[in-house]
């Protein structure tokens, strides 16, 4: 049975590796990082009049659905990646080839502070790779120590979060708690929490209603949200503004945020 999307491996979780290449694997599939498409190991694919394995496929699925994996992670919230969002877009400019010239130009901004945030991005690297080495020998400590507090487990922000902060400070335990509070067995919300830690968790439940890649008319949506909560403009306005749906202009057609 193929594990279900929720249950996937999160960017968090993947290796360094891993999001280089886009996808993870186990014995019996790859999987994408971004969504939730999967490929069989064994499996032969038909795309364009010709056959691949498992693992050209989901390089193929890749370029076509998200582009390079460059261009999709620095798409997410500049302060998941760390950095500002004026170092984010200059970064961008850096991968689409753009020399330091062109960039102060297109920037307003001069070549010697193009250089600088240049110099201050490689730091970063650096830093980056010292951290992690000093988080991984701290957590291999706290586990030999049997430490209470090295169990906990924090609940990841979703990948389309408008806003990054304490908002976002919830354990895997707090999350269910959260949940049993607030939605039936049914997940029909029994009251609308007011804390934003509470309300966000409530809304990506909700948001697992729709699924990914689909467009929905707003009458669709809104026939979904009735059956959830009275005041279901509410609920999809909260849904557009915390980053979990997407809409056109016109509000014609809603689909999950990726």
């Not at 582009?67 to 798409?75: A, E, F, H, P, T």
């Not at 945030?117 to 701290?138: D, I």
């Not at 120590?145 to 895997?172: C, G, P």
């Not at 909260?238 to 990726?258: A, N």
Request: with cysteine; aromatic share 12%; hydrophobic share 35%.
């Amino acid at each position: 049975m193929m594990k279900e999307f929720e249950e996937r491996k999160s960017l968090w979780e993947a290796t360094q590796d891993e999001l280089i290449k886009g996808f993870y694997e186990d014995c019996n599939c790859v999987y994408c990082l971004i969504c939730k498409e999967t490929y069989i190991k064994g499996e032969i694919y038909l795309y364009e009049n010709h056959f691949y394995d498992a693992y050209k496929m989901i390089e193929i699925h890749s370029k076509d659905k998200h582009g390079s994996m460059l261009d999709y992670l620095l798409s997410l919230n500049c302060k998941f990646l760390g950095i500002s969002s004026a170092q984010q877009f200059i970064l961008k400019l850096m991968a689409d080839g753009k020399s330091d010239k062109e960039i102060s130009e297109e920037k307003g901004i001069s070549c010697s502070t193009v250089r600088n945030h240049r110099y201050k991005m490689h730091e970063y690297e650096k830093q980056a790779k010292l951290f992690l080495g000093t988080m991984e020998l701290f957590k291999n400590k706290e586990k030999s120590m049997k430490l209470e507090d090295s169990t906990i487990k924090f609940y990841d922000a979703h990948k389309t979060a408008t806003m990054i902060d304490d908002r976002y400070n919830v354990t895997v335990e707090e999350k269910k708690k959260i949940i049993e509070k607030y939605l039936d067995q049914d997940g029909i919300i029994k009251q609308m929490p007011a804390k934003e830690k509470a309300k966000i968790i409530i809304l990506r439940e909700i948001a697992n209603n729709f699924t990914p890649g689909i467009h929905y008319k707003e009458i669709e949506i809104n026939n979904t949200l009735k059956k959830i909560h009275t005041d279901f403009p509410y609920i999809r306005r909260l849904l557009i503004e915390y980053g979990f749906l997407d809409r056109t202009d016109s509000c014609s057609e809603y689909w999950i945020k990726e």
